[in-house]
């Protein structure tokens, strides 16, 4: 019984009341050592390293092993202990200190192992583990202790025995430690930073649970090589941050913060100022023109790259009228030119009345009134049939579109277009007061229109001199208008007898022969004391073939009259097409039954946009839209739809939104990408009409919408939205989720009301509105820089 001397935990070979006392009293006394080596140590931090391979379950048996074996074996053992698990009467004194000054003088004639934790609480798993079983399972569930949790220690048996070989390496770590402390603590630090992520989202009793899973770290160093550790060689986290953990966290929130505030905006600097188009006010282009003696400085001339900035508002700016009063006044700051005003005021144009800007309804033509001149030209020619025959009419030169605006009481919508000239901003009057308009000159270039389109076109002392250079700008009208439609011309040539209007009319008359219009009307307007001309474009190709002379000529067969992006004009015309299931052969159906009727010249052979044949393409089309606006536009939206006047729809494809709001009062500017399937003659053909956004001054839209997929350049579209929008505006965007995400972001950056957001199934709905909020940051915009 040699080895019984040297054991305190044979229950085997004593009775069992004084092994119990024994085991208590020796598992108190290394919780007071623990104790007692948390207050002696210092409160730095210090990663418990452990090198060991076995897995944590080996490591629990063994440990239960140490505590049952018998003093047979004579090998040390190694016990840890829990401080955070420890019972509260294992840290009070009495009795228990006499035992832990005995423990403490042991201790130091040791060369003990001691790990220190800063309270990450890493290995408190294992320690658990190791406690054992039987009275020592009962201390581990007694509760917490009050000393801190960032500290636990690791102790010898309470003899102090150590194996020399042991005692070598904790000496040989020493050194080690000494002169590679950075080392290894840059390892340990490396090692951590992999599940810094997973530790940062735990709280401390989550750690606890977590030690067994982090004993990787205990790789990086030899056996025993961890012992005795430097508090600067293996510190760890605790209550402190890293750097890897700060910048990642700095990006993520710069990273937010991004795209909360979306796209850093800044304002356009540029000559034209709140009237700024890019298309008509590239400078840069224009200086660059060789000639401009055909307007050529009136034309488009878009930039390579679109602007991505912001357009000033005008000093002053206030909401909008309401139609139908804008009609007959808008507000003087909106709009503040006076140019026309002092021009054009004796005409009934445009008048200065206080804080407003008044149109009395006149025009050069229409002194009285531009209803009376309107109900005339139907009394001259009553095949025109405002409201019913002819829908559709392109006004060339339109002022301030008053003949356009008072159209709306016949049922007609009016494509009304001016260049942007020396009469200033006769367009933008014509936005503001809720008419249909964009800048456009005759010039060099086609119209942006398909070709047959429009059911008359009409011309009122426009100033553009149809007879020269071989017609070629009366064969450009030509190409435009439906094969019986009428052009509608009144201008002093028709009425006057002075030598260049008779001059004018002698060349005209000859020019409208060889084309094979038919005149119609001359009549005098007694009121308003001027006279109109009516012509009617031909149904067939016979005039054509019959002529004597082939002047003007007809246009190749090669010549697709609905190419109208950047063509330039040519003095032909093009044949009437005259097969029955060919567009232009025949009229459209009577308004409103154009609308809803799908086209006759759509075909099931032809493919539709949506992978349909062309015929249900158009009527599924129709009927989505009208589900849609019916259900979710008109109600959902949180729109006052009898305050809005103006409409763009950005994606149009057959024009179904604008069908499905033809009873509302407004009118919808429908555009097509020029890289989208050319389904603007379906538009035209239902009494409808399109645009291109270069066109339109700023702001005229009160509702923009725009349904995806878009695959633009997105911060550009959105200035472009910003430029024509409103103050106080809508934006209704359809696309995906990840764009409307996108957008909203951007929009918000913009101090834009995000009104509504809506998903389902990866598809995104977004309705904002536009604030008066413009960027204190100029960007300079060099082409547009006079």
Known sequence: MANGKYTRVDGRRSASSYCSTVTITVFVALCLVGVWMMTSSSSSSVVPVQNVDEPAQEKKSEAKEQLTESNESSSNQQFEDNNADLPEDATKGGKNEKIQENIEKSDEKSNEESKFDDGSNRQMQNDDNKTGDGDSK?????????????????????????????DGEKKSDRKSEESSGEKVDGQVEEKEDQNENKESEKSSDDKKEDGSKNQSSNELFPSGAQLELTNETTTQKGSFSTQATESKNEKEAQQSSNQQNGYNWKLCNVTAGADFIPCLDNLQAIKKLRSTKHYEHRERHCPEEPPTCLVPLPEGYKRSIEWPTSREKIWYYNVPHTKLAKIKGHQNWVKVTGEYLTFPGGGT?????????????????????WGKRTRVVLDVGCGVASFGGFLFDRGVLSMSFAPKDEHEAQVQFALERGIPAISAVMGTERLPFPGIVFDAVHCARCRVPWHIEGGKLLLELNRVLRPGGF?????????????????????????????CWELVSISKDTINKVGIAVYRKPTSNE??????????????????????????????????????????????????????????????????????????DFTADYEHWKRVVSKSYLNGMGINWSTVRNVMDMRSVYGGFAAAMKDISVWVMNVISIDSPDTLPIIYERGLFEHELCYLPLPSAEVAMLSGPCRCNLVAVVAEVDRILRPEGKLIVRDDVETINELESMVKGMQWEVRMTYSKDKEGLLCVEKSMWRPKELETIKYAIA
Request: glycine share 6%; aromatic share 10%.
């Open 138 to 166: 009962t201390d581990s569930e007694g509760g917490e202790t009050n000393t801190d949790e960032s500290e636990k220690k690791s102790y010898s048996d309470e003899n102090g025995n150590k194996s020399d070989s042991d």
């Open 487 to 515: 052009f509608i011309w009144s201008a002093t040539p028709v009425y006057q007898k002075l030598p260049e209007d008779v001059e004018i009319w002698n060349a005209m008359s000859q020019l409208i022969k060889a084309m």
């Open 365 to 385: 033509q229409f002194k009285n009134g531009a209803l009376h001149y309107i109900d005339f030209i139907q009394e001259s020619v009553p095949d025109v049939a």
């Open 543 to 616: 005039c054509y073939e019959k002529r004597s002379q082939q002047q003007p000529p007809v246009c190749s067969g090669s010549d697709d009259p609905n190419a109208a992006w950047h063509v330039p004009l040519q003095a032909c015309m093009h044949k009437v097409p005259e097969e029955s299931l060919e567009r232009g052969s025949q009229w459209p159906e009577q308004w409103p039954a154009r609308l809803e009727k799908t086209p006759y010249w759509l075909l099931s052979s032809q493919v539709g946009v949506y992978g349909k044949s062309a015929p249900e």
